[in-house]
Each structure stands twice: as structure tokens, then as C-alpha cells.
């Protein structure tokens, strides 16, 4: 295998092993004509997502830095706009031995993106951009992470928390209810205001979900009535859904935060006897109880706000069942082999 070189000049003698990552050996004096921070492609790149997505490709790109940099960098200051074919080629070789595909493709994506932020905003000239963007794409799949919860554990969950008399209960009753029942994110969740909701009719409006989308879903019977119970403890007032309550049961005028939703979950799983799961499993739940129900997936794309009916089908958790279930709609016609008179 040809080595990669830094990008750093040959004429410096280093270079790339097939064992050991790229480094980029910065040569004295390109910070000084660095573009300022308000022109750092990484930060172009990242200002362009929304704020779930943003946490995700700021952890790619940090991980990307410790292959390139030369541990003086972070995202923000490491010159993208040097990066060359060899070295993405490089990057993308050693993420796809490193992580899961679904990762490494998530990790490419990163550094691709600041690449073409770097390209816009001048720091790049078009062939150099494109060159350096082309790379294999990183193939192949995992079995898929998360589980779906039974009919049985959600009810278990939502017992321990109509059992719990503090205002805690209702919150996480409520709170369970959206994840499941309306299938939204987490971090959709704890974003909901109380004009988003509106329990005479069970429409869920998400605003600013993954990809600054809006969307409005639904809640069935059972969820609107978890909601409205939160809501009598709650009271009227304005803004966050869901507050946070102190050790000693009071509600404190806060907004749940993503960690916390987290803490929920492990706290009720652990009460009821269910299997440690996470709060995207519940909408994996979602996902999977509307197929399994004969809900038709372009409309269970849209209440769950994927992009792709792809996405949707990713989801899906039923398993061997569901493939049973569809393999029995089939009708061989054979009626039995003929006897001879």
C-alpha cells in the first residue's frame, strides 16, 4: 500500500503506515493565517444542523481530529481546508475498521461536511473540494441496535407510575405517553411547550425536530389521558410541558433536560421489572406496534418524522414474528396430490 503523507511537504520525511493514522504535521505559521473562528468550517458546518444532530457531528469531528491533529487542535481550529484526497482516504479507511458502518458512515458525513463548508466559504477552490470528498463510501451493516418493548412492559411501566403519588408520576406518565404514544425523540419531548399540545383533539405539534422539521403527530386514548392528568398537577401556565420535580416532590419551573429523561426511564424500568431499555426504544416501540398493527409505513414515516420510508423500516423490531405473520398472507394453491385410480 502506497503511504499517505501528512500534509505537511515530503520534503519533511514524514509519512503515513498502513497501522497508524494520518497526522497532520502543522507547519510553523499556519495558524497564523488561519481564518478567524466566525469562518472555521467546522463551526459553518455545524451551525448548519440542528441541535441533536449538532452534538452527534461535533463528537465525529472531535474523534476525526485525533486521527489528523497533532493534539494542539480541536475541531474549531484545525485547518479542513488543507485536507487532501489521501488524507480523507485515510480518515475513511481507519473509521471503517474502527466503528460500526452506520458510525463510519456518520463520521464520513462529518468530515465531508466540513469540507464543503470550507469550499464555501472560500477556502477551498471547487477541484480541490471534490477530490477530496471522493472517497469509497464505507459499506456494509450490523444486526440493529434497541428493542421494542412488549404490550405487557408498557403496562407495567405506566402501573408504577399512576402508582407513584407525587407529582413526579403523573409527569413521567406523560412523558412516557408522548414517547410511545406519538413517537417522538427525546429531545422532541422535553422541547414541547403546553400550546404544542392539545388534548381535546390528540394532536402532538413538533417543532424544530431532526432536521429543523415541524410535524404534527397524534396521541391515541390512553396517552391523551396520561397528559391531561400531568396537566391537573401542572396547572396552566405557559411554556415547558414537562418541569422538573425536586427530591421533595415539588414541581421546580425548569424544562426536563435529555439527561433526565434518561434517569426517567432507568428509574421506571428498574420499578416495574422491565428490562433495561432506552427512550429511543420506545419510539422503536412505536414504530414497530403500528406495522405489526397494519398501519400503512409511508404513514408511520410521517407521524415519526423520518426523512425515508427507509429510515421507517430501520425501526421496525418485530422480528421473526412479523416475517412469519407476512409470510402467512401468502396463498399456495395446492390442493394435494392426486391419486391414481
Known amino acids: 500500500m502506497t503511504n ?9 520525511g514524514a509519512h503515513w503506515s498502513p497501522v497508524s493514522p494520518p497526522r497532520l504535521l502543522t507547519r510553523p505559521g499556519i495558524l497564523g493565517t488561519y481564518p478567524p473562528a466566525d469562518r472555521s468550517p467546522a463551526l459553518v458546518y455545524l451551525a448548519s444542523l440542528g441541535s441533536g444532530s449538532r452534538r452527534a457531528m461535533r463528537g465525529a469531528l472531535e474523534a476525526i481530529v485525533g486521527l489528523l491533529g497533532d493534539g494542539q487542535h480541536d475541531a ?28 463510519a458512515r456518520r463520521m464520513v458525513a462529518a468530515l465531508k461536511g466540513s469540507l464543503r463548508a470550507a469550499w464555501r466559504l472560500g477556502l477551498m477552490d471547487a477541484e480541490t473540494y471534490r477530490r477530496a470528498i471522493d472517497v469509497e463510501p464505507v459499506r456494509g451493516s450490523r444486526l440493529p441496535r434497541g428493542r421494542a418493548l ?7 411501566l405506566f402501573r408504577v407510575c399512576a402508582a407513584d403519588p407525587t407529582p413526579a408520576g403523573a409527569r413521567d406518565a406523560g412523558l412516557l405517553s408522548v414517547l ?14 403546553l400550546g404544542n399540545v392539545d388534548p381535546d383533539r390528540g394532536v402532538v405539534t413538533v417543532r424544530s425536530g431532526k432536521g429543523r422539521k415541524d410535524r404534527v403527530t397524534y396521541l391515541p386514548a390512553g396517552g391523551v389521558a396520561a397528559v391531561r392528568s400531568w396537566l391537573q ?30 434517569v426517567v426511564v432507568v428509574k421506571r424500568a428498574c420499578q416495574a421489572g422491565v428490562t433495561a431499555f432506552s427512550p429511543h426504544d420506545l419510539r422503536r416501540s412505536f414504530v414497530s406496534h403500528l406495522l ?25 423490531r418485530r422480528g421473526e414474528r412479523a416475517k412469519q405473520k407476512a409470510s402467512s398472507l401468502l396463498h399456495v394453491p395446492f390442493a394435494g396430490r392426486l391419486t391414481p385410480r
Open 76 to 103: 474549531v481550529s484545525l485547518p479542513w481546508h488543507l485536507l487532501r484526497h489521501e488524507h480523507t482516504a485515510a480518515v475513511r479507511a481507519i473509521l471503517s475498521e474502527r466503528y460500526a458502518p452506520a458510525t
Open 180 to 193: 410511545y404514544g406519538a413517537g417522538l425523540r427525546r429531545s422532541e419531548a422535553v422541547t414541547l411547550d
Open 292 to 316: 405489526d398493527a397494519g398501519a400503512d409505513v409511508s404513514a408511520v414515516q410521517g407521524l415519526a418524522g423520518h426523512a425515508s420510508v427507509s429510515t421507517t423500516a430501520r425501526y421496525d
Open 233 to 262: 398537577v401542572r396547572g396552566e401556565a405557559e411554556r415547558p410541558l414537562f418541569l422538573s420535580v425536586n427530591k421533595g416532590g415539588r414541581l421546580v419551573w425548569r424544562r426536563l433536560t435529555d439527561a433526565a429523561v434518561r
Open 4 to 12: 499517505v503523507l501528512p500534509i505537511s511537504t515530503r520534503a519533511e
Open 150 to 156: 412488549d404490550t405487557g412492559e408498557l403496562a407495567a
